[in-house]
């Protein structure tokens, strides 16, 4: 994650090793892939073919370690802005198996 430098104060999604979906500004991270994210909304898909819309849960400023990051990405913000998630359903992601 050397490159991790051009994502600082722009908006990115993290998707952890236990499936969770994060998205805010990164702020900082370290040589471990420590990240510190501001602005930081959980997003907690419904199932599909489940009545309950997603939810996103805020949690401001956020520090996620490093073991913990599977994927690290930029968001495009005009196209996220025009998503309405609460209409969107995903089935799970699963954990992450370290072999």
Excluded at 33 to 43: A, D, F, K, M, Y
Aim: aromatic share 4%.
């Amino acid at each position: 994650m050397s490159n991790l430098q051009t994502f600082v104060n722009k908006t990115v999604t993290i998707i952890t090793s236990d499936g969770r979906t994060l998205t805010g500004k990164l702020v900082g991270h370290d040589q471990t892939t420590n990240l510190i994210l501001s602005h930081t909304i959980e997003r907690i898909f419904a199932t599909p073919g489940s009545e309950e819309a997603t939810q996103q849960v805020e949690h401001g400023l956020y520090l996620i370690r490093g073991d913990n990051v599977a994927i690290c990405g930029l968001v495009d913000e005009q196209l996220e802005a025009g998503i309405d998630w609460s209409a969107v359903k995903a089935e799970p992601l699963g954990g992450m198996k370290h072999v």
